[in-house]
């Protein structure tokens, strides 16, 4: 968020967009369903997750968020409407709240640092919205084979072509929208390779 200005700029920004810091225990609603909230920010540490409930209660999970990444920032942009999703923290989390809806006024279009925040965000949100274009044709492909794969495509491997997975096999079930039996047993092939890795259990499949 702070790429291009420079460090001695960084507290008259902060101070522009009233920046607090809180932090969230596991498990915590920092947004809800139906909120027209102003939690608004950049993670400073922690994993929150977004998702939301279908019509049966089921959770869908949307994206995780990582440490320096923004949230909340095109409900800002929007006029703060209702959220469509939620948000919790799914690790102990501390973040930065920021009021980007500071960055629709007039005074943006005469300081240089708000111009650069707001090119920023703006580069951000495209990559969001990538992820998102990606997300929907991980859940086009029929076939869970054809989810895993595509959804392995958008991931780093290390030099030994090992994934290291951010979910555990529920989250990633939840995230591919798939039943966790058939998962295990589509990844059990991969484990035979030894090609994936899932966090906490730190087991391969």
């Not at 703006?122 to 997300?135: E, G, R, V």
């Not at 090609?195 to 087991?203: C, D, E, G, N, Y």
């Amino acid at each position: 968020m702070f790429n291009g200005i420079q460090p001695r700029k960084y507290r008259e920004v902060l101070s522009c967009l009233n920046a607090t810091v809180r932090e969230y225990p596991r498990g915590a609603h920092i947004v809800e369903l139906g909120e027209q909230s102003h939690n608004t920010g950049v993670l400073l540490d922690g994993t929150m997750e977004e998702f939301f409930y279908d019509e049966n209660g089921n959770q869908i999970s949307i994206c995780r968020f990582c440490p320096g990444e923004v949230f909340g920032a095109e409900l800002a942009c929007t006029g703060w409407t209702a959220s469509p999703v939620c948000l919790r923290a799914s690790s102990d989390c501390t973040v930065m709240q920021l009021d980007f809806s500071a960055l629709m006024s007039q005074k943006t279009l005469t300081c240089p640092c708000r111009m650069q925040v707001t090119a920023n965000l703006m580069q951000d949100m495209a990559q969001q919205l990538l992820f998102f274009n990606t997300k929907v044709r991980i859940l086009a492909q029929k076939r869970l084979r054809d989810r895993l794969k595509i959804y392995l495509q958008t991931l780093t491997p290390d030099e030994k072509g090992c994934y290291s997975l951010p979910y555990t096999r529920t989250e990633l079930a939840d995230f591919l929208c798939v039943d966790r039996s058939a998962l295990s047993v589509s990844c059990a092939g991969c484990a035979m390779r030894g090609s994936l890795i899932f966090p906490v259990q730190r087991f391969t499949c």
